[in-house]
C-alpha cells in the first residue's frame, strides 16, 4: 500500500530562499521520509501575492522540481498509475496549495496539469476565485465560478 505525505514546504522554501533540497540550512529542511511516504512537494500561494505574483511563484517552483528530483534522485511520479505499478522508492508528487492563480482562467488549469500538477487545494485562508479559504472574512462557500 501506498502512502502519501500530502503536503510539505520543502519545495516551497527552496524557491523563495533560492537553497536546494539538499541544503544544510535548518529553515529548508523539513520532515520528509521517503521510506514511509510518497512525498507531495506542494507549491503555497500565499493569500497576499497578486495573481502575476503568484504565478511567477508558480513557474519558478515548476523549474526547481524537477531540477532538485534530478539531482536528489526522486522519482517525479507522472501519473497514479505510474505510483501503482512502481517498485521505485523515492517517489514525489507536484501539488498545490491555493488556486488563486486560475484568476477565472478556465484553461490555466489545463495549464496547471499540463505542468504535472496532481492534487490542488482550492483555497487557502482567504476568498479567492473559486471560494473561501478557512479564514474568509464573510464567507459564503463556492463562488459560481468554482
Known amino acids: 500500500m501506498k502512502v502519501f505525505d500530502l503536503h510539505c514546504?520543502?519545495?516551497?522554501?527552496?524557491?523563495t530562499m533560492s537553497h536546494g533540497f539538499s541544503c544544510s540550512d535548518y529553515e529548508v529542511q523539513t520532515d520528509v521520509d521517503f521510506e514511509k511516504y510518497l512525498q507531495c512537494f506542494a507549491v503555497w500561494i500565499p493569500d497576499d501575492l497578486s495573481i502575476k505574483q503568484g504565478r511567477a511563484l508558480f513557474e519558478k517552483a515548476k523549474i526547481t522540481l524537477p531540477k532538485e528530483c534530478k539531482i536528489n534522485n526522486i522519482?517525479?511520479?507522472?501519473?497514479?498509475?505510474?505510483?501503482?505499478n512502481s517498485t521505485k522508492n523515492k517517489l514525489a508528487m507536484f501539488t498545490l496549495e491555493n488556486c488563486k492563480i486560475i484568476d477565472n482562467d478556465i484553461s490555466y488549469i489545463k495549464y496547471l496539469a499540463d505542468s504535472n500538477?496532481?492534487?490542488?487545494?482550492?483555497?487557502?485562508?482567504?476568498?479567492?476565485?473559486?471560494?473561501?479559504?478557512?479564514?474568509?472574512?464573510?464567507?459564503?462557500?463556492?463562488?459560481?465560478?468554482?
Open 9 to 15: 514546504d520543502t519545495l516551497y522554501k527552496a524557491v
Open 75 to 84: 522519482n517525479l511520479v507522472d501519473s497514479f498509475k505510474e505510483i501503482n
Open 117 to 146: 500538477i496532481k492534487t490542488a487545494t482550492l483555497t487557502w485562508n482567504d476568498t479567492n476565485c473559486i471560494g473561501d479559504g478557512a479564514m474568509a472574512e464573510h464567507p459564503t462557500g463556492i463562488t459560481e465560478f468554482g
